[in-house]
């Protein structure tokens, strides 16, 4: 069965470094979502991609985080630096095309020290 | 500001009961509500709804969405250990950005 694809699955890194997430979602799927998930939270959206281009990035915060899907396929979710508060699960998700269900990654929990 | 809120919070049943979950919102251009489930990884899809008053069923879970109220709930009867996760309640909303609720913490205990 497809499914998400996500890497690394755990990252703990210090405060002020740089952290790079990796999302290559089911094939065929041309939008793509990372969203962010603070423990004890509902998942909350950060970037969307239909194909290589940004649709929504109004929740991202630009000053640190980035992201990119260059050929419209596997994306990278940059934070740069990372800060105390970055700690979270990254999910990543893909849908088929607009207004379908999208399909969740096993998602990137990160921890900064 | 659109809003996802998800009742009760968290809920803890005996094994072989039914429960109800909630889910009310308030969003501009509603397009469908989802539901997932989460266990200790990321969301598994269970439903999508866009019409009202039309039922979803698999299995022991079913949901059902009243846009004229905003509102939609997820049953599941005769409860299983192994439903106990977070149910998550999301809506997707204009250029199908997905808006969710905080989620629902269910425990069952045997």
């Known amino acids: 069965e497809a499914e998400v694809a996500q890497s690394p699955r755990y990252k703990i890194t210090e405060k002020s470094q740089a952290v790079a997430f990796w999302c290559d979602p089911i094939s065929g799927h041309a939008t793509l979502y990372w969203y962010r998930q603070i423990l004890g939270q509902g998942p909350e959206l950060l970037v969307q991609f239909q194909d290589e281009s940004v649709v929504d990035d109004s929740q991202l915060p630009k000053d640190r985080f980035s992201a990119e899907r260059l050929k419209g396929v596997d994306s990278t979710l940059k934070i740069q630096p990372a800060e105390l508060g970055d700690s979270a699960m990254y999910l990543c998700?893909?849908?088929?095309?607009?207004?379908?269900?999208?399909?969740f990654g096993p998602g990137t929990r990160l921890t900064v020290l | 500001e659109d809003k996802v809120v998800q009742s009760p919070l968290s809920l803890v049943v005996h094994e072989g009961d039914t429960v109800t979950l909630n889910c009310s919102y308030e969003v501009t251009n509603f397009r469908s509500l989802l539901w997932y489930k989460q266990e200790k990884k990321a969301p598994t899809f269970l439903f999508m709804l866009?019409?009202?008053?039309i039922e979803k069923k698999s299995g022991r879970l079913s949901s059902i969405l009243d846009k004229k109220e905003l509102f939609s709930i997820l049953n599941i009867t005769a409860t299983q250990t192994g439903d106990s996760a977070i149910y998550l309640c999301?809506?997707?909303?204009?250029?199908?950005?997905?808006?969710f609720g905080q989620g629902t913490r269910l425990t069952i205990n045997p």
């Open positions: 998700a893909s849908s088929l095309r607009l207004y379908n269900e999208q399909f």
């Open positions: 999301a809506l997707i909303q204009g250029a199908q950005k997905l808006v």
């Open positions: 866009t019409s009202s008053g």
